[in-house]
């Protein structure tokens, strides 16, 4: 004989796609003890909250098909209640993690278990954790910011993977604010606004990096807010990454300021120096390179700065000792390291402008006049990443700065540069050597 909530659960398997029936109702187990209530218990608040809010018709329907009559639900937590495995077809059917990670727009190689936790950035790495035991609904949003190259993608995406891990029946979505903003655009294009607002508000945890390039851009503040609405009445956990806090973000609508600021908001520092020693070591472990730790010592010493160029500095002394063929001693450390990384935080815009002219011998007027050859892009769109990332000058200050451009040809050149950075060697090259040049000053 089937028990009354098996037959409710057959009824409902009728009902709903297999996704959200192997998500949310296999995972159940429900008391009838009092005729004119049943209590249903879940291991997990993500599942009860999804349950007793758009689940809930769903499930009073086929509760009153089976039972004959309307019974009061409560939902329950309970950690101890023993649920029957998946079967064959549903593991066949869902269990593919790898293809969750990619369809999710997740790097693989950014998870939380090799993010390295040290003093500047505890209490994002909590504040992670956190979210994961209670996704949607202890903070909602995380907003997570700090500094460039600090880890704040990392992390995120860390939340992602471990969210899937934990439950490969969830939807996720990981997109850098441009995605979001160009898809959205697209959209109203195409006339398929419809399918974008299925694609961002049905999700369970939705992942948007560099959000302070929403700023200024009215139509997509307004389609972020509905966004942001739906995900909350749906109890999806959003997080947010920024380079700086919501306040200081330039023309954001004070309904999104205070939507960013109303759940847990946490900053990641630069990294002090043990965390700097701890993620050279993880990095070079990573790539299968055991280095001496004093190695590391006179490396961290060196060079206080953040993760990414840790991480940067460390490869290319890596290969650069490769191939002159010399074994990585702290001396050859030392001389491959050579002069200590500037500063350019408290540096004169003006500085910066002029030794990129000097660099690529153009004038002033050239930089910021309105022709667009190849000669100028480079230089200027260099301009435009250091201003932003080094100076940390609000886009459309830098716009102006720049001969009245506007703040989106601005956002366009600094995430350019900031892919350029990621891959292209003579960009690499260009900009260091700038950045040299400005410390020889
Ligand atoms: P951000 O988004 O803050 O600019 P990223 O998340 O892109 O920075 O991090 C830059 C690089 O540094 C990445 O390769 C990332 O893996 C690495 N990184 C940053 N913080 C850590 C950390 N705590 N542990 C390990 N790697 C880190
Ligand atoms: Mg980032």
Redesign the pocket.
């Known amino acids: 004989m089937k028990s009354a909530w098996e037959k409710t659960l057959a009824v409902i398997k009728k009902n709903v796609s297999s996704a959200v029936y192997n998500t949310f109702f296999s995972q159940t187990k429900a008391d009838f003890a009092d005729p004119d209530k049943v209590i249903v218990k879940t291991k997990s608040s993500f599942i009860k909250n999804n349950l007793s809010t758009r689940l809930k018709p769903t499930l009073d329907l086929a509760l009153e098909e089976v039972l004959g009559k309307k019974l009061k639900v409560e939902f329950l937590v309970d950690q101890s209640i023993v649920l029957p495995a998946p079967t064959e077809e549903e593991n066949f059917e869902f269990y593919q993690p790898k293809a969750k990670t990619l369809e999710a727009n997740l790097n693989p190689?950014?998870t939380l278990e090799?993010?390295?936790?040290?003093l500047s950035?505890n209490l994002a790495y909590a504040a992670a954790k956190a979210v994961l035991q209670n996704p949607g609904v202890s903070y909602n949003p995380l907003f997570i910011y700090?500094?460039?190259?600090?880890?704040?993608?990392?992390?995120?995406q860390g939340i992602g993977q471990t969210l899937l891990k934990q439950n490969h029946f969830l939807k996720v979505i990981y997109c850098p604010l441009e995605t979001f903003m160009n898809d959205f655009v697209q959209s109203i294009q195409t006339k398929s606004t419809n399918q974008f607002r299925q694609k961002y508000r049905l999700v369970d945890l939705l992942l948007i990096?560099d959000i302070q390039f929403i700023s200024g851009r009215d139509s997509t503040q307004e389609e972020f807010f509905n966004t942001f609405n739906a995900l909350q009445i749906r109890n999806a956990q959003i997080v947010l990454?920024s380079d700086r806090p919501p306040h200081e973000i330039d023309k954001l609508e004070a309904r999104l300021a205070s939507r960013f600021q109303g759940g847990l908001m946490v900053d990641?520092q630069q990294?002090d120096f043990d965390?700097r020693v701890a993620?050279l070591k993880?990095?070079s472990l990573e790539r299968g390179e055991i280095i001496a730790e004093d190695c590391l010592t006179v490396i961290a010493e060196t060079m206080a700065t953040?993760?990414?160029e840790?991480?940067g500095k460390l490869i290319q002394i890596i290969q650069q000792a490769k191939s002159n063929n010399q074994p990585l001693t702290v001396d050859y450390v030392r001389q491959l390291l050579g002069k200590p990384e500037p500063h350019l935080q408290k540096m004169d815009y003006k500085k910066v402008i002029s030794q990129i002219n000097h660099y690529f011998n153009i004038k002033m007027a050239e930089i910021t006049g309105p022709r667009r050859n190849k000669e100028l892009v480079i230089p200027r769109q260099l301009a435009m990443y250091l201003l932003y990332e080094e100076c940390k000058i609000p886009l459309q200050r830098i716009g102006q700065l720049l001969g009245g451009r506007d703040h989106t040809t601005i956002l366009h050149g600094v995430e350019k540069m900031r892919q350029e950075t990621q891959k292209n060697q003579q960009i690499q090259k260009m900009l260091g050597e700038i950045k040299q040049g400005l410390a020889n000053q």
């Open positions: 190689k950014y090799n993010f390295v936790v040290g950035n700090g500094g460039t190259g600090v880890g704040k993608t990392h992390l995120m990096d990454t990641i990294p965390t993620i993880a990095k953040n993760a990414r840790l991480e």
